[in-house]
Each structure stands twice: as C-alpha cells, then as structure tokens.
C-alpha cells in the first residue's frame, strides 16, 4: 500500500510517498531531506499532535480559559486526555504559559494556560 502525506516540517510541504507492507514503512521518498522520512515514521508508527482545548473556571474573570498541551501527546491518546481536562475547574488566576495541570495521563505533558486570566 502506498501512502501519501505531506511533510509539515517545513513550509516547502514535500508530498512524501510512504510504501507500506504489513504495518512497516518499507520506503519513503518524495522528501527532500531526512526530516521527511523521520516524519512520516512519526506520523505512521506513533501520531503525536498538542491538544488544544479549553477548561471551566469559578470565580474568574472568563467562563472558560483556553489551554493547551504543553508537547505533542500521543493521538490515540487524545479522547482520554480530554477526558481529564474536562474534569478541571479554575478557581485561581493563571498567566499564559501557567501549568493547570501537570504530568497529564502521566506521559509527561503538561496542559498550560495559553492566555492571562484574573480574578471576577
Ligand atoms: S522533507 Fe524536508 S524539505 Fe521537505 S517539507 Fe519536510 S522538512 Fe521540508
């Protein structure tokens, strides 16, 4: 099976063709340098992506805070996470770039503030 992607690593956005057989990558080309085979080994064996999203707060100056992971998370891994961050209330003030939630599902990412948010 051949599959087509392109490369995001750069803005030249290589297509890269990626033959698979049984589940392995046997070749990837259409690339123009090293970093489009590395990428589509990442995007086919483990797609990792930053989760963006927002959490609930009590007593702030906004409703909702938007927040984001603070590295790339596992996608097959994206439901469970929002699951916990949907369990977030913030009752404190945060400052862009603020942890609101450390080590989330224990993979070492940390969920961040992405904006300033005070006191109602
Ligand atoms: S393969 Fe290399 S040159 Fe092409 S888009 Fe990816 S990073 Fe850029």
Known sequence: MIKLLTCI????GCVLSIDIESCCITKVSGNECPKGEEYAHQEIENPMRILTSVVLTQGLALKMVPVRTDKPIPKSRIMEAMDEIKKIRL???VKTGEIVLENLL???ANVISVRDVGLA
């Open 9 to 12: 690593e750069c803005p030249k």
């Open 91 to 93: 009752e404190k003030s």
């Open 106 to 108: 224990g993979i070492g």
